[in-house]
């Protein structure tokens, strides 16, 4: 109730304006969330680009066996002033308004629930995790709701350096033997979470973790993925 009556005293004090038309009272209107572009490569190998039925890969493409992206990003845009602002300012409203907008359609969700068994996000450091109060992969992983095993079967041994600050090289050097996995019980297949690809550095990393403790196939399903003609 306390928290409550703090957050209105501050909302009141400083009121919010709309990211995109500055309208005042919501951290993002309706109308402009409605401008947020929907990913429109999902049917093509996220490595080749060659037409691939729900995202998977060709053989031998790449470790990841699929990849599926929600929404497209692009730098300086709303949605990742929306992901900033969640993310590293711990401004809760901007995910409660976005996240009803986050949702799968329902073929390729049913398709997801019968070819998979588990469903797991990147994971943060412990000091990270503290620092922000909540891993944002996870959250967007619980807003998806698919009806399978949702545990965190990965686990961060080190923190790293932000990614966004280097080059595709210096993430993969960044990232090498970042993440370690708990051994599966009687599961094949798991649906790894984040909340943006851009290199799919983070995403083949945790791929290969996962793959050497027995997974047999390991997809990706990110809430926002670069345009092509914007990754690095």
């Not at 009272?25 to 093509?44: H, M, P, R």
């Not at 983070?202 to 403790?213: I, P, Q, V």
Request: contains cysteine; proline residues 2%; aromatic residues 12%.
């Amino acid at each position: 109730m306390i928290k409550k009556i703090f957050k209105n005293l501050i909302e009141w004090l400083f009121p919010f304006y709309c990211l995109g038309c500055q309208q005042e009272g919501l951290t993002v209107c309706e109308s402009c969330l409605a401008d947020i572009k929907a990913y429109s490569d999902n049917n093509k190998c996220c490595y080749c680009g060659a037409s691939s039925e729900r995202g998977l890969s060709c053989p031998g493409c790449g470790p990841l066996d699929g990849l599926w992206a929600i929404f497209e990003y692009q730098k300086n845009q709303l949605l990742s002033e929306i992901l900033h602002n969640w993310k590293y300012n711990q401004i809760e409203d901007f995910w409660l308004n976005f996240r009803d907008k986050v949702f799968l359609p329902t073929e390729f969700k049913c398709w997801l629930e019968s070819e998979f068994q588990a469903i797991t996000w990147i994971p943060m450091s412990q000091s990270k995790w503290k620092l922000r109060g909540f891993n944002q992969s996870e959250v967007i992983a619980g807003q998806i709701s698919l009806k399978l095993k949702c545990e965190e079967f990965l686990n961060k041994v080190t923190d790293t350096k932000a990614q966004m600050s280097l080059s595709r090289q210096e993430r993969l050097i960044n990232l090498k033997d970042l993440f370690q996995a708990n051994e599966r019980n009687t599961e094949r297949a798991i649906i790894i979470v984040d909340d943006i690809s851009t290199t799919k550095a983070t995403l083949e990393e945790a791929c290969r973790a996962l793959k050497a403790a027995g997974w047999e196939k390991v997809y990706g399903l990110v809430l926002a993925r670069q345009a092509t003609s914007d990754r690095i």
